[in-house]
């Protein structure tokens, strides 16, 4: 088994999903008392966020090069990146390692053809439905993204870092990101991408009448098929 490094702590309510999801998956597998190889950084998100709000994603993703440096030295033998608006800066960290880093829309993207998508919904964060980084991702698969307008998309940014970064799950949050998901149907998705890793922890696929693509635990599981190919 590789073992799997983790950078966590954006949020740690969606990197705890990742801990159990992976482990409960390798425990299926191989049965017994097996569990994951893992080693966790989890970072203060209060400064990741504070860069992401400054618009300063050099020194975020410097940081997070040093991260998965320290990791690759303690002997993980690839990185998962546990967040979705943070691959932006991909790029700084694969400049610091020399072991793969598992990309979290590369592995989405693979899910959503297994499901004969051809156009998704992308809900996230402002950074993640606003700017191209992660859209295009997705697009060199050869599936089109569409995204919510502008007054959606900032009341779908406030609910993940105003509460479901802090653990809070309203109903009325639930019933506001049901609705831009029938939005976003009715403008030609036939999927709904959860481009956030704390979305998953809000909306349920029961309660969805298109495919959710719940992108911690879609990540999660590609890890564990890393850690045991």
Known sequence: MKTIGLIGGMSWESSLEYYRIINEEVKRRLGGLHSAKCLLYSVDFAEIERWQAEGDWKSAGERLGEIASSLQKAGADFIVLCTNTMHKVVEYIEEKVNIPILHIADATADEVKKFKVNTVGLLGTKYTMEQDYYRSKIESHGIKVVVPNKEEWNKVNSIIFDELCKGHINQSSK????????????????????????????????????PLFDTAAIHAIEAVNMALE
Do not use: P
Request: hydrophobic share 40%; with cysteine.
């Open 175 to 210: 019933d506001y990101y049901k609705k831009v998901i029938e939005h976003l149907v009715g403008n030609g998705a036939d999927g709904i991408i959860l481009g956030c890793t704390e979305i998953g922890l809000l909306v349920k696929q029961e309660e969805s009448a298109v």
